[in-house]
């Protein structure tokens, strides 16, 4: 299995620009995809096949990388950005990130 | 709209059975392969199964092989999981999610049902 790696959280204040990373440990092309889980629900998707937004995602999210390095960056970040964001390949069988929860200070 | 709406769980002892489903509504269900993932208390997701649109594809996960058996009726826009051989470590909410074809995102998600495996 493809084991995607996070870091475990992240604190920032608002309008402050953050990034989180994950990475592959091997090559899975652009075949990522990063979701956000906000408390009590489920999972949405933010960005596909690395780089593309998702219909009525704000702007404000961005995604890049390919092969082994991704980065999913919030700029400006907001309150209501508060939650719990995992990276996902699609190269293999899928596998998540462990998730990288995003507090605001 | 796309909705995606789980059923079916709840409290079962190991061992023994539990099946799923999912209704879809809002989209061409035939058109679209379905997933199940899944996540346990206070933990991380992670991918169950995954059928092709037509049924004739199915991929799972290697600690539920064997055991668990996804399918669809796509005459009644619903997704399935068959569960047997419930163990404690398969606790956990599962939700229901489409994906447009094998190798791409999880688009949509139920808001996913609990089951819970203990004596």
């Known amino acids: 299995d493809t084991v995607l790696t996070q870091s475990p959280a992240l604190a920032v204040s608002p309008g402050e620009r953050v990034t989180i990373s994950c990475r592959a440990s091997e090559s899975v092309s652009t075949l990522m995809h990063w979701y956000q889980q906000k408390p009590g629900q489920q999972p949405t998707l933010l960005i596909y096949?690395?780089?593309n937004l998702e219909s009525g995602v704000p702007a404000r999210f961005s995604g890049s990388g390919s092969g082994t390095d991704f980065t999913l960056t919030i700029d400006p970040v907001e309150a209501d950005d508060t939650a719990t964001y995992y990276c996902q390949q699609s190269w293999n069988d899928p596998t998540f990130g462990g998730g990288t929860k995003l507090e605001l200070k | 709209e796309v909705q995606l709406v789980e059923s079916g769980g709840g409290l079962v002892q190991p061992g023994r059975s539990m099946k799923l489903s999912c209704a879809a509504s809002g989209f061409t269900f035939s058109n679209y392969g379905m997933a199940w993932v899944r996540q346990a208390p206070t933990k991380g997701l992670e991918w169950v199964a995954t059928?092709?649109?037509?049924?004739?594809?199915?991929y799972y996960r290697d600690s539920v092989k064997g055991r668990f058996t996804i399918s669809r009726d796509n005459a009644k826009s619903t997704l399935y999981l068959q569960m047997n051989s419930l163990r404690s470590e398969d606790t956990a909410t599962y939700y229901c999610?489409?994906?447009?074809?094998?190798?791409?995102?999880?688009?949509?998600w139920g808001q996913g049902v609990m089951v819970t495996v203990s004596s």
């Open positions: 059928i092709s649109y037509d049924g004739s594809s199915t």
């Open positions: 999610t489409r994906i447009a074809a094998i190798s791409t995102p999880f688009d949509y």
């Open positions: 096949l690395a780089s």
